[in-house]
């Protein structure tokens, strides 16, 4: 079931958005060959704790850490270790945090250290669709229209769009109806309605999008080993548009 939420409760989202996108922007700083997941993993729970919310991935489906780091096959859900990054690494930030009974949800990919050309257009072409699919958001449009336009320029640009995996709905609970699928047509789907308020995440591939266990045993990765890139905002769907929550 589809909850609208009451301004109060966008309020409430947004002030949580805040706090994830000030945890986000502290440790994608601290990315640099020699520093291990592990490290940026405290620091993004530490940021979180001190400004008054919980981890929200911590203990979910019994994940053992507060911050999701995959790097390069890995597309989601890496968990953190005493891997040290090295140069020409990706990684995909994913985090999530829990404020006055409510969740957001947040991810970004960066580069550590100087990384080839095409893996920095991969990174760039994910970030890109994430923008255009917010740019989508507005009521009477569809869940359709938001996956067609990440497909439609992701594949434009010569890279796979993930299929397995998707984006979904937030609020009282990490994750909620709908399902946010990054390929689709237009005009299908659930149509967008003042006060959803939903997570969009384009997982994209340098080669195929299938998937398979990531060595951690939690993780997923892509099947033929090629870089991955993962973005993600918190977006409430208001009567003019977006409004996206997850930002400083």
Do not use: W
């Not at 796979?160 to 998707?166: K, P, Y």
């Not at 033929?224 to 009567?239: M, N």
Request: glycine share 10%.
């Amino acid at each position: 079931m589809i909850t609208i939420k009451t301004p109060e409760e966008i309020e409430i989202m947004a002030q949580a958005g805040k706090i994830l996108a000030g945890a986000l922007f502290e440790v994608e700083n601290l990315v640099k060959p020699g520093i291990t997941t592990l490290e940026l993993d405290k620091s993004a729970e530490n940021f979180i704790l001190q400004h008054g919310a919980v981890p929200a991935f911590k203990g979910y489906d019994n994940f053992s850490h507060s911050l999701c780091a995959s790097v390069n096959d890995v597309i989601v859900h890496g968990k953190p270790s005493n891997y040290i990054l090295k140069e020409g690494d990706i990684i995909g930030l994913d985090l999530g945090a829990f404020y006055k009974a409510y969740y957001s949800d947040m991810a970004v990919t960066v580069a550590v250290g100087n990384i080839p050309y095409e893996a920095k257009r991969l990174i760039n072409v994910a970030k890109k669709s994430l923008r255009l699919a917010i740019k989508k958001i507005r009521p009477g449009n569809t869940i359709g229209d938001i996956g067609n336009t990440v497909q439609r320029f992701v594949e434009d640009q010569g890279f796979g769009v993930i299929r397995d995996l998707c984006g979904h709905g937030i609020g009282k609970e990490l994750h909620e109806d709908p399902k946010i699928p990054n390929f689709g047509k237009r005009n299908k789907g659930e149509a967008l309605k003042e006060g959803m308020v939903i997570c969009i995440e384009p997982m994209i591939s340098m080669g195929n999008y299938n998937l398979k266990k990531a060595k951690d045993g939690y993780g997923y990765a892509t099947k033929d080993g090629s870089l991955t890139a993962h973005f993600e905002h918190t977006i409430a769907v208001t009567s003019h548009g977006s409004r996206i929550l997850t930002e400083l």
